[in-house]
């Protein structure tokens, strides 16, 4: 969905429908999770999802591919998808709380394996049954890089994106689904940074201040995480003492 949502849309817009994964996961979190929402916590969700938007809108790529009814297909397929990627978090967090109940490295990976095994399964029915795979030696032919540049590409892509995956569910699997989204959408505004130190591309003042608001929201939820675990602790203190 998110594939054919930026189809279908121009990248700031895409970017701007993509932010409200996190608010979404603050709804299925407080309703499924029953995650608590302080001010501190809304306060993180607004400033990281203005932050993202901002980068969004100030993206370069400013063209829509798509008008009228392919318009209105990428917004609710770009929405459809952010909804449905948060169910899917708080829905882990879940299977953690209620099904697995174990508390080792194991059971994240077993949860990443799994969900990979599916997700593969899913996308090899769709390349044989739509004849996409046909193409695949006229698209590594013609790939800038040579034919080792595309099966390397490939390669250490779903190697990083399963690496990404596993740091998620871990966060899910220690924290909560929540937190993890927010880790992720503070990625986004971040990598700029690594863009100029790499690539040397331009960091102009949009790009800062989206950062420093990711730094802000971020600074909210983890504060707002630090007083939880006081709580926590000052709970189990007074507990112990009336023992």
Known sequence: MYSYGLLFLSVSTYSLVSTT????????????????????????????????????????E????????????????????????????SLMELTFQKVIKRQTVKAVLEMQ????????????VGLFAGGEWKGLRREMESFGKGKV?????LVWASVSWQITNVGLIGLIFEVS????????????????VFAVILFRDKMDGIKILSLLLALWGSASYFYQHY????AERKKTELQERVR
């Open 149 to 153: 540049g595309y099966v390397m590409t």
């Open 113 to 124: 394996v799994h969900t990979a095994l599916v997700s593969t399964a899913g996308a090899m």
């Open 227 to 230: 007083l939880d675990l006081l």
């Open 177 to 192: 689904s929540l937190f993890s989204n927010v880790i992720s959408a503070l990625a986004a505004p971040v990598l700029p």
């Open 62 to 89: 400013e063209h829509s591919n798509g008008s009228g009814g392919k318009y209105a297909l990428g917004f609710l397929l770009t929405l459809s998808a952010s909804a449905t990627y948060s169910l899917i978090l």
């Open 21 to 60: 994964q996190l608010a979404f996961n603050a709804v299925f979190s407080y309703f499924i999770n029953s995650e608590k929402l302080t001010h501190l916590t809304l306060n993180s969700i607004v400033l990281l999802t203005f932050s993202a938007a901002m980068l969004g809108v100030h993206s370069d």
